[in-house]
């Protein structure tokens, strides 16, 4: 990461848009997979939760197998991986992740989110995959509403653990847990340790804990902060401000067992 290629555009629709790409890695083929979503460019965001778009939000997947020199041709998974009641839909924003341990290992993961038509109700969810990205299932919907962008990590045995934006007037991001492979989710519950303005965060496994970056503050975008936590995302007892300043969207890679990149 310290230097990097020119810029090469990997999905361009013209006036479409194109957009909240969730990145994942195949440990077998070192295949790159790319979900992301779509809409026509005149059909705004409160209109397709009006119900009153021309068109829907839609969701597709791209794969390199040449290290993201060339990709493949979008294909769609809308029917796969969204009901018809359904109107806004967003992958990620951030990575998604593949298992690495457990009954369910080597199944991709990436959490989404999206919002019933005309209901203005918001949920998260995950999507997954057990053929290393080239077909996709909805998985499992956290129970509760009131929440959207969300991010999913990998803890002890397989299980694994969904961080979620929340619109709550405590301003504390909501988490949830699943044992078997996303499929299901506990009732959500809030994280006392990990403030928030209403943004989006990110959350990462590492070889030892666990990772979470988001603006700290429960009074505006400010404060961009990654805490730490051993216990599986129960508690985060390391902090470190990164910039003190205006923030807003991040996303935490393990660069090796010394180093962690933010974007």
Request: proline share 4%; with cysteine; hydrophobic share 30%.
């Amino acid at each position: 990461g310290a230097t990097w290629s020119d810029l090469s555009v990997v999905w361009d629709d013209k006036d479409n848009t194109c957009g909240n790409p969730a990145p994942i890695v195949d440990a077998k083929s070192g295949a790159l997979v790319l979900v992301a979503t779509w809409n026509l460019g005149g059909d705004h965001e409160n209109d397709i939760i009006a119900g009153t778009s021309t068109d829907t939000r839609r969701v597709y997947v791209l794969r390199s197998t040449d290290e993201g020199k060339s990709w493949s041709s979008p294909k769609e998974i809308t029917k796969e991986t969204k009901k018809d009641d359904w109107a806004w839909y967003a992958t990620g924003p951030g990575n998604g992740i593949q298992i690495k341990k457990g009954p369910h290992k080597n199944r991709m993961v990436v959490a989404c989110d999206y919002v019933q038509v005309k209901t203005n109700k918001g949920y998260s969810h995950v999507i997954y995959s057990d053929d290393a990205g080239l077909n996709w299932n909805l998985g499992g919907i956290a129970p509760q509403e009131g929440v959207n962008e969300s991010t999913v990590a990998e803890t002890a045995k397989g299980g694994l653990l969904l961080n979620m934006r929340n619109y709550n007037k405590e301003k504390l991001r909501k988490v949830a847990r699943s044992t078997d492979g996303g499929i299901t989710w506990t009732d959500f519950k809030s994280d006392p340790a990990l403030e928030e303005p209403v943004c989006q965060g990110s959350l990462i496994s590492l070889h030892k804990g666990m990772a979470f970056s988001n603006p700290s503050s429960q009074t505006k975008r400010e404060k961009m902060t990654i805490k730490l936590s051993f216990d599986q995302g129960n508690t985060w007892p390391k902090s470190y401000l990164v910039h003190a300043g205006p923030s807003a969207y991040s996303n935490l890679v393990e660069l090796n067992k010394r180093e962690i990149g933010i974007l």
